[in-house]
């Protein structure tokens, strides 16, 4: 029997989902945790990323200020890719590399919680970024793609799905959001 891109697409979806929950499910409990006990501290969560994975970190910011299933108090969380004036000038000013860096060096307090997303692991503004928020005292969770974090980049949380497809790291990169999303609002109502 032939099967389109769709059944194709989601099939290898699941055998992606299955080997992440394998990989990812006692390092995303700790992030979890680390996310809830950073809002619980009065502390924030920064996410940044690049294309789709910039959409995502403002998906996970959005979720923690407005609500993700449950009406619960707004919680702080900034997506550092969503003030076009601050990233336009860091770049034109810095350079591209320099994006997340400089907003995390202006915005990062000790125990806030980084997230910087790059499905290659590649990324230097987001690696830059992660390497700032560590320098500042911030838990850093580093969401990538099968080849983890190139360049010499670290984060004390990585979560690397192990895929090489674009489209199915992202998938399960929403997955891990709104699975921490949940614990939030478990936590918080």
Known sequence: MATGRMTEHFLAHEQVVRASLAELDAVSESVAAAIVYCLKGGGKVLAFGNGGSATQASHLAGELIGRYSRDRQP?????????????????????????????????VVAGDVAVGLTTSGKSENVLRGLAAAKRRGAVTVAMTGKAGLGG??????????????????????????????????????
């Open 75 to 107: 919680l702080p969380a900034l997506a550092l890719m969503a003030d076009a004036g601050s990233v336009t000038c860091i770049a034109n000013d810095f350079g591209y590399g320099a994006i997340f860096e400089r907003q995390v060096e202006a915005l």
């Open 152 to 189: 010499g980049g670290t984060a004390d949380h990585l979560l690397r799905v192990p895929n090489t497809v674009t489209a199915h790291i992202q998938e399960v990169h929403l997955m891990l959001i709104h699975a921490w999303c949940g614990s939030v609002d478990a936590a918080f109502t």
